[in-house]
């Protein structure tokens, strides 16, 4: 079966968001059609039907196909835990915790394992559309690579080369490109797209001209901006922003410095009634927050010493003496409670570390991690909603007493006694129209009567449209082999 792989002049050019529109377009046309990234690096994970974890990314390029995700989607994905260190989690389980010095001596392992998801893909589809990650200029890394043209050249696929005008040079990103790539590896690629244009594209006509010229490559279109992307669920931590005030009510994330797995705030921040605010570093907590989020994080204890070095500690102690509202997810639960002990050093050195002492639950890391898909019942509410477990550790405390939600018929989450302090290890509950209706009237909130899901699936529709009138999508398609 065919296969079609979109490569960048460098990260977040947004390739992720092309084949999201890609895989629309061509499961519009009748084929069925599969997302595959051989190698991701990010803390924005999903849990897939079989039972592993992929980048977000590709969860959401799945649903553009009309497909539950799968592990093979997403076969290599790297999870940073510090500034030098990462969990190497391969086919959807976690393979070892390496330092990017030493993961070069592990690629030739992981290529065996990339090839093989890209197998089953390939066979069960009538087309894979393959993304590539960061850039193939990148030839330090080229020996032994298996996300860009080392992938690419194995499989043998053809190669669309995306460049992103708004960030300036795009010009000699693609023919800066072109120059440092080896013979083969120019011979792979196909074509090229320009991305993210503001403006009239015509005024680029002389430089689009110049580029397939100077190039030889053939240009499949200039793509102007897509002013509804921020509809779609973020990608990367850098895609979260703050909404512009509509004088709603507000609600602060915290942008922790691991953060992980942030698709909880999707919903929120599409709410009509709801002010979204990311508190960056060197911010304060708003004061006039109804409710501050811990959101997840991929080292919870390290981004607890993150958190209290910006003064947030501070912050959300004035906080709840105002009567504000406290939500820890995952590990924004863990750091609620009044220590977190990791006896074996999973996430850093080994040791216990004091906790905000907002709720009465104690954390202990253990090896073994939950990763499942979970229906739930809300207990305040009587709300059933969906959602995922994807952490390590045991809490346990007299807060547990007072639970936020129950899973097969066991407490999930903890409650302080004011009843303003909640913790829970379930992300994703917010996708769940019903029960985000319920949890914000706790807050005040009137229904918006938004429905999230249905919002993402019409601005895949409106993606693969503005692909279908700005590229030459039958073209790209035609590349495949």
Known sequence: ????????????????????????????????????????????????????EIGRAQALQALASGLEPVVDMNPVLLKPESETGAQVVVQGKRLTTTRAADYAGLKPRLMGAVQESFARLRAAHDLVIVEGAGSPAEVNLRRGDIANMGFARAA???????????????????????????????????GFVINKFRGDPRLFDDGYAFIAAQSGWRGFGVLPWFADAHRLPAEDALDLRSGPSQG???????????????????????????????????QPI?????????????????????????????DLAAHVRRAGHVLGICGGYQMLGRSIADPDGLEGPAGVTEGLGLLDVTTTMTPEKRLERVRATHLASGLPFEGYEIHIGRTEGPDRARAFGRVGGVDEGAISACGRITGSYLHGMFGNDAFRAAFLAGLGLGGSGLAYAAGVEATLDALADHLEAHLDVAGLLALAR
């Open 1 to 52: 079966m065919k296969a079609l792989m979109l490569q960048g002049t460098g990260s977040n050019v947004g390739k992720s968001m092309l084949v999201a529109g890609l895989c629309r377009a061509a499961r519009r046309r009748g084929l069925r059609v599969a997302p595959f990234k051989p190698q991701n690096m990010s803390n924005n994970a999903a849990v897939t039907a079989d039972g592993g």
């Open 248 to 282: 709603g009510v507000v609600i602060a994330a915290l942008a922790l410095s691991r953060i992980a797995n942030f698709d909880d705030l999707d919903p929120l921040a599409a709410e009509p009634g709801v002010d979204l605010v990311m508190v960056r570093p060197g």
């Open 286 to 314: 708003p004061a006039e927050a109804r409710l501050v989020i811990l959101p997840g994080s991929k080292s919870t204890r390290g981004d607890l010493a993150f958190l209290r070095a910006e003064g947030w500690d501070i």
């Open 156 to 190: 043998d696929v053809p190669v669309v080369l995306v460049g992103d005008i708004d960030r300036g040079g795009v010009i000699a990103q693609i023919i800066g490109t072109q120059a440092v790539l080896e013979a083969g590896d120019r011979a792979q690629v196909a």
